[in-house]
């Protein structure tokens, strides 16, 4: 079946979501650009960057939203979830209310986000270990009753950044695999997106 992909060119829409300050830009300038600032600057409104991947025998193009964490941006979150297919739900494991936070995006993604869409929570900043506020099995334990894979990250150090972008497209493929009749390539499962207006 794998090789029924080859030079396929799969579109992957996610969303980074989460408080200000938490990292969700540091992550996605990680992933797509290789850098870290330790002054990032924060998110007006939302960002959106692009990547694109090879992996096994297929082209995957992550189209990002980062959006900003601020209490004041938080109406416009609709438009940048609606139609992705996956959500990183991103916490700073030096500050607990940052972790309290994602419960309520849990359920506004339940609430009014896309149908099966696939989650990951990212504790980040696990370079600050002297800060933890947040245990690991606190964390995991969220995750998982939230359905969602978890990982502690470090945008600064690298690390587990890559993995959580990899896992998610894993995972979107084969929730659309479980879907489709047996036989059929897997890969055109998620329909081709258009890019919004403001892509
Ligand atoms: P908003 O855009 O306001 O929603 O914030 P954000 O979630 O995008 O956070 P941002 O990426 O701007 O990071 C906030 C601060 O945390 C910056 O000063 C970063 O340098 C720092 N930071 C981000 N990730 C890490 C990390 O993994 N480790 C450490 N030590 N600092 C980090
Ligand atoms: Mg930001």
Redesign the pocket.
Known sequence: MAAANTGRVFQFKLVLL?D???????LVLRFVRGQF???????IGAAFLTQTVALNDTTVKFEIWDT???ERYHSLAPMYYRGAAAAIL?YDMTKKSSFEKLQKWVDELKERGPEGIVLCVAA??C??EEGREVEVAEGAEFAQKSGADFFE????NDENVGRIFTTLVTNVQRKSEAARPAGEARLDAAPPKKTSCCG
């Open positions: 989460g200000s300050a938490v990292g969700k830009s540091s600032f330790e002054y990032q600057e924060s998110t900003a964490g601020q991103v980040n900043k370079d600050l990250t470090s945008a600064k």
